[in-house]
């Protein structure tokens, strides 16, 4: 179930965050409007820019950060890995912590504050960027995983949207030209931001459900997206669509 309320005024944070000083409050707000301790955007690969992970943004605290950066724990972090082979959000109760680096890795965070559950979206742009959205929490197993259902849907968009902000915000990527996408590939995706599927929007709208699905894939095309929430968070950061 998505909270329109919540998404609404997490897009609206994104939105005013133009400026790579804007992101870090922007990340702080979003904790306080999911209530998870802490989240951080790491862009992995910018696509066409080279080097090791160009950016990175979190609320993590300082003297934490400066440690991980320190001791190189990008290189044993196995998180980082989930932008290798992962496509979907993962929990990081399901990451192989067996090592005795990964071990140490995670109780050193905890001793930060960092929280002891945590999920990472992997997000992989259209012209080769890659990105991780990681969220943190401290709360007790059972809440944690009432809040990771209620909020996954809505933390998919968010990745993809703050993706787009990122990469703009910090200048690795200028803003992209898109197609405007036509009166019924906005209808459909109108109501597929708002959590229908294609036989809801078919219905909606009056017109088939294959009809709905051939507009929706167009639309995609159009907007460069690989996925349906990474299209609708494009739509929306270019302003084509309200949440």
């Not at 979907?88 to 002891?116: M, N």
Request: charged fraction near 25%.
């Amino acid at each position: 179930m998505v909270n329109h309320r919540r998404l609404s005024a997490s897009l609206r944070t994104l939105q005013a965050a133009k400026r790579r000083a804007d992101l870090q409050s922007a990340l702080g707000e979003l904790c306080e409007h999911y209530g998870v301790s802490h989240m951080t955007i790491l862009v992995v690969c910018s696509g066409g820019r080279s080097g090791s992970y160009p950016y990175c943004c979190t609320t993590y605290p300082e003297r934490w950060t400066e440690k991980y950066v320190g001791k190189c724990f990008f290189e044993i972090d196995p998180v980082i890995d989930v932008i290798r082979w992962g496509f979907l959000p993962v929990d990081w109760s399901s990451l192989d912590r067996r090592s005795e680096q990964a071990h140490r890795l995670f109780k050193e965070a905890r001793l930060y504050d960092i929280g002891p559950h945590g999920l990472t979206i992997p997000i992989r742009g259209p012209k080769g960027e890659r990105c991780l959205l990681s969220v943190t929490s401290n709360l007790p197993g059972r809440h944690w995983s009432r809040l990771r259902a209620s909020s996954i849907h809505e933390l998919q968009i968010l990745s993809h949207y703050l993706h787009e902000t990122v990469l703009s915000a910090s200048g690795l990527r200028g803003t992209d030209r898109y197609r405007n996408l036509s009166r019924r590939e906005t209808q459909c995706f109108q109501l597929l931001a708002t959590g229908r599927i294609s036989k809801q929007i078919a219905a909606d709208l009056g017109i088939s459900e294959n009809a709905v699905k051939l507009y929706l894939r167009s639309a995609r095309m159009k907007l460069g997206a690989a996925t349906s929430h990474q299209a609708v968070a494009r739509a929306s950061f270019l302003e084509l669509i309200k949440i």
